[in-house]
């Protein structure tokens, strides 16, 4: 009896330790990948602009060093681009005061009037840039919108999405509670 007891003892005591060694915190990529996000290999520093958004004021990406940022490439022509708009003014309203940074680059060749009057018809609060050349397109590579390229707060781009995305969804906002947090 004393033998199966001790038998038992060491079995719980052996389950619990490998719990323990087999369930380590997981890890930022295997969270991007989780929520659908292609982690970006290596410390790609994301190269910096300056923009200005529908107010006219200039916004270089270099002020926002120390927080997490949301990089959203669209146009109001875009199918997929409005179709994932709503989810993200969702992540914008959740996010917005907690040192995340949303900033979406409207690549529309129109003036930036129609790009305006788009964001306020549709009640979108959350910040617009206007690059009407597309030189950021070319700057991080872009070949296709919508793309989002996620940048941790040390400036390295850690997961990019091409394509519409449901950005409301628990995968995504464990990867940006933990890229916030860390």
Not at 106 to 135: A, R
Request: aromatic residues 12%; hydrophobic residues 40%; positive net charge.
């Amino acid at each position: 009896m004393i033998v199966k007891g001790v038998y038992f003892r060491s079995f719980v005591l052996i389950f619990i330790l490998l719990l323990v060694l087999h369930s380590p915190a997981e890890g930022i990529d295997t969270l991007l990948q989780k929520a659908g996000i292609k982690p970006i290999k290596g410390s790609q520093t994301a190269p910096n602009f300056y923009l200005e958004d529908l107010n006219g004021k200039k916004v270089d990406l270099k002020q926002f060093r120390g927080k997490v940022v949301f990089l959203n490439f669209w146009a109001t022509w875009c199918g997929p681009c409005k179709e994932e708009m709503p989810s993200m003014e969702a992540l914008y309203q959740k996010f917005k005061e907690r040192g995340f940074v949303f900033l979406t680059i409207s690549v529309d060749y129109e003036e930036k009037k129609k790009v305006k009057e788009f964001i306020d018809k549709h009640h979108y609060t959350f910040p617009v840039l206007i690059d009407s050349k597309c030189l950021t397109l070319d700057l991080y590579g872009v070949k296709g919108i919508p793309t989002t390229i996620l940048i941790d707060k040390k400036g390295r781009m850690v997961g990019k999405v091409i394509g519409p995305k449901d950005w409301k969804h628990p995968e995504i906002i464990s990867v940006l509670n933990q890229l916030i947090e860390k």
